[in-house]
């Protein structure tokens, strides 16, 4: 079977290719790829190469397919699988499959599978570990945006407060506590500010403050999330541009009560935003440096003394579990979480090695590719103007004003049926 794929050669080295994959073996399963949204990371790897961890050392004669958030149909099926997966089901896929301790990935690791791919082969450990996921959704870019949005959710369910008297951990954001996340009107933050909103009243924080040092994204991020809907969930969310503030310590500690933070997600990695994070944290306060850094030796100054004395800690989570996944599947079909406002912009196969290039040089937030089709990189804020001159752009753009602006399924099979691949 051939398919067109985007392939990583090594270190800033990724190319659009056709080549055959080869047929599946009987504990394998073939898949079509309809969605794949970019992910930071993959911009992390692409400036790594054999450096990143996931990364095998093979990769400049045997390259892999990039893309980790991705859903589609199953078109085959190996003799091992038969009675639990069908042909014509829709999937996604939780790519951390821990499979025996290694750190193998779908998008990092594999010749044959990643989402950056028409066509890519599901490998035994994927359906091993459960990995490989039915879908019943009718959008399949919700299903590709479960993957990031299981990353958060397992960052919230990793935080943890301890318990002085039988050292339990009670796990999950304090209740009632002050949540602060750094660098959080990126596509990532965006997710994160919403999904404390989704929880039991008992167990909300009772305040959210957000920084970044970007005005569009902040003006972006209060829109989509509006401390007014936040308040109708008792919980106040405040926007600050750090940038913009003398005494950013000051700031925020005023805002928490003096009492600093008790979870703190860290979105970037810069060693002043992490140590920031760790001068925020109060009594029994959790850091998560959510942020995973391309240097492999980073290091921040962080303060030892309240370790000990104030239960400080300091953790960080990489992807998520099955479960985070299954839990993002359904609050996003519940409507609880709506995983769209991470997206800024679409593109075909043809647009993805550039748009990961330039994945921190173009302003926007995610990106969501259809690997069946070609279509430049296109951000949905440009969907009007090229309306006046492309019917297509102005049934999205129409689409999209009906939804808040927000990319969504009726846009969706607006462009697919239009592309002939539905
Ligand atoms: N742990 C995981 O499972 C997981 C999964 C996916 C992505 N990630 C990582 O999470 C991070 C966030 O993802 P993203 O896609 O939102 O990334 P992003 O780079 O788009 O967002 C980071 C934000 O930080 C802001 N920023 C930069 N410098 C700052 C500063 N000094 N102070 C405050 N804000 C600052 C930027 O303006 C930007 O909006 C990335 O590092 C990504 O690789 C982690």
Redesign the pocket.
């Known amino acids: 079977m051939k398919t067109k794929a985007v392939r990583l050669y090594g270190a800033d080295d990724l190319r659009l290719e056709e080549f055959d994959l080869p047929p599946i073996k009987q504990d394998e399963i073939l898949v079509k790829i309809i969605t794949d949204s970019i992910?930071?990371?993959t911009?992390?790897l692409l400036k790594q190469g054999k450096k990143h961890k996931r990364c095998p050392q093979d990769v400049d004669v045997n390259p892999i397919i990039i893309g980790h958030e991705f859903a589609g149909d199953i078109i085959e099926v190996g003799q091992k699988w038969k009675d639990e997966f069908k042909v014509g089901q829709k999937f996604t896929i939780q790519p951390a499959f821990n499979y025996k301790g290694s750190l193998a990935s779908p998008g990092y690791s594999y010749r044959f599978c990643g989402g950056a791919s028409q066509y890519a082969i599901i490998p035994q450990e994927a359906m091993e570990t459960h990995c490989l996921i039915h879908y019943d959704g009718d959008a399949y870019f919700n299903a590709s945006l479960a993957e990031?949005m299981s990353?958060i959710i397992?960052?919230y369910h990793a935080f943890y407060h301890t318990n002085k008297i039988n050292y339990n951990h009670a796990m999950g954001v304090k209740p009632g506590g002050n949540v602060l996340i750094?660098?959080?009107?990126?596509?990532?933050?965006l997710g994160s500010i919403e999904y404390p909103l989704t929880l039991e009243k008992e167990k909300r924080p009772k305040r959210i403050v957000v920084?970044?040092?970007?005005d569009a994204?902040l003006q972006r991020a209060q829109l989509l999330i509006s401390p007014q809907r936040a308040k109708e969930k008792d919980v106040e969310l405040i926007y600050i541009n750090?940038?913009k503030v003398e005494n950013i310590d000051k700031k925020l500690l005023d805002i928490s009560e003096a009492k600093g933070y008790d979870d703190v997600l860290v979105?970037?990695?810069?060693k002043?935003?992490c140590q920031l994070a760790d001068r925020m944290l109060g009594f029994d306060g959790g850091l998560n440096f959510?942020?995973?850094p391309t240097d492999n030796q980073f290091r921040a100054e962080i303060n030892l003394y309240n370790c000990h004395y104030t239960s400080a800690h300091i953790f960080?989570?990489?992807?998520?579990t099955t479960d985070d996944l299954k839990e993002a599947l359904d609050l996003a079909s519940r409507q609880k979480i709506h995983p769209a406002v991470m997206v800024s912009h679409i593109g075909g196969i043809d647009s993805i090695a550039q748009a990961t290039a330039e994945l921190?040089k173009v302003p926007g937030?995610?990106r969501l590719t259809y690997p069946q089709i070609n279509l430049p990189l296109t951000a949905i804020a440009d969907f009007e103007e090229l309306g006046k001159k492309d019917k297509l752009f102005e049934q999205l753009y129409k689409a999209c004003k009906e939804h808040n602006g927000l990319w969504n399924a009726q846009a969706e099979k607006i462009l697919l049926s239009h592309f002939h691949v539905i």
């Open positions: 992910c930071m990371s911009y992390k990031p990353c397992g960052a750094l660098g959080g009107a990126g596509p990532m933050g920084t970044d040092i970007d994204r750090s940038a979105m970037t990695p810069i002043e935003v959510f942020a995973g960080g989570t990489t992807g998520g921190t937030a995610k």
